[in-house]
C-alpha cells in the first residue's frame, strides 16, 4: 500500500466524515452511555453486589462486555442505520456507485472505509473508556494495580478493535438488507460466544480478564493489540476482495 495511497483514503474519509460530525456526536455520547453501563454492571459485578452463582447476572456482564465495544466503530446515529430506506435504497451501495465514475484504486476505497472506521472508533471508544474507567476504577483499585487496570482496558481496546472493522465490511460489500440481518445475526453470535466463554473457561469473561492481569501484565495487553490491528487488516483485505468483484477497479 503506498503513503499516497493512505494519504487520499484519509482525506476520502475525512471529506464523508465532516458532513456527518453532528452523527458522530451523537454516537460518541451514546458511547458515554454505553461505558457508564458497562462500566457500572463489571464494577458491581466484580465487588459481589451481582453474585458469581447467578448465572443471569454474570451472562448479563459478560454480554455488556463483549456487545457494547463491538458496536463502536459504527456511526451508529446516521441516517443509513435510523433510516427504514436502508433496506431498499442500499445508500452504500450508492456511493460506491459515485466512485465507480473516478479512477479510484481500489484499495483507497476499502482503506478510505476502514480510516473512516477508525476515525469513529478512537472518537467513540475514548467517550466510552472516560466513562467506563469513571464508574469501574474504584473498585477494580482494590484488586488490580494501576497497571493491571491499565492493561485490562488495553485487552478491551484490543477486542474491540479487532471486531469493529466488520462494520465497514458489510457496509460497502453487501446490500442494506443484508446489513440488517447480519446486525441482527450478530447480535444473536454474541450471545452464544458470552455462553460458549462461560463454559470453556468455567467463569465469567470478565474473571478470567482480570485474573490474567493479576498474573502477567504485558502478554495480555500486547497479545489483544496485535489481534486488534490484525483484525483491522483482514477486513481491510476481505473488504478489497469483495470490492474488486463488483468491478470497481
Known amino acids: 500500500m503506498k503513503v499516497n495511497h493512505l494519504r487520499y483514503a484519509f482525506i476520502m474519509a475525512w471529506n464523508e466524515l465532516k458532513p456527518r460530525l453532528y452523527s458522530l456526536l451523537l454516537t460518541v455520547l451514546f458511547a458515554i452511555m454505553l461505558g457508564y453501563v458497562c462500566g457500572g454492571a463489571v464494577a458491581a459485578a466484580i465487588e459481589g453486589r451481582m453474585l458469581a452463582k447467578d448465572l443471569y447476572n454474570t451472562f448479563y456482564t459478560d454480554l455488556l462486555l463483549l456487545a457494547m465495544p463491538a458496536t463502536l466503530g459504527a456511526l451508529s446515529f446516521s441516517k443509513e442505520y435510523l433510516s427504514w430506506s436502508?433496506?431498499?435504497?442500499?445508500?452504500f451501495l450508492k456511493r460506491l456507485s459515485f466512485y465507480r465514475m473516478w479512477a479510484i484504486p481500489v484499495k483507497v476505497i476499502s482503506w478510505s472505509r476502514m480510516i473512516h472506521m477508525l476515525i469513529c472508533f478512537t472518537a467513540t471508544m475514548t467517550g466510552f473508556m472516560i466513562m467506563f474507567i469513571q464508574t469501574s476504577w474504584p473498585v477494580f483499585s482494590e484488586f488490580v494495580s494501576l497497571w493491571g487496570y491499565i492493561t485490562y482496558l488495553l485487552m478491551l481496546v484490543g477486542y474491540a478493535l479487532a471486531i469493529n472493522g466488520i462494520h465497514p465490511l458489510f457496509e460497502f460489500g453487501t446490500k442494506g438488507i443484508t446489513l440488517v440481518i447480519v446486525s441482527a445475526g450478530t447480535i444473536v453470535l454474541l450471545i452464544g460466544v458470552a455462553f460458549l466463554l462461560q463454559h470453556v473457561l468455567g467463569k465469567p469473561v470478565y474473571v478470567a480478564m482480570m485474573e490474567l492481569v493479576q498474573h502477567n501484565l504485558f502478554w495480555p495487553a500486547a497479545l489483544a493489540l496485535i489481534a486488534g490491528f490484525a483484525?483491522?487488516?483482514?477486513?481491510?483485505w476481505s473488504l478489497t476482495k469483495r470490492l474488486l468483484k463488483r468491478d470497481l477497479s
Open 86 to 91: 436502508t433496506l431498499t435504497d442500499d445508500p
Open 231 to 236: 483484525g483491522v487488516w483482514i477486513f481491510q
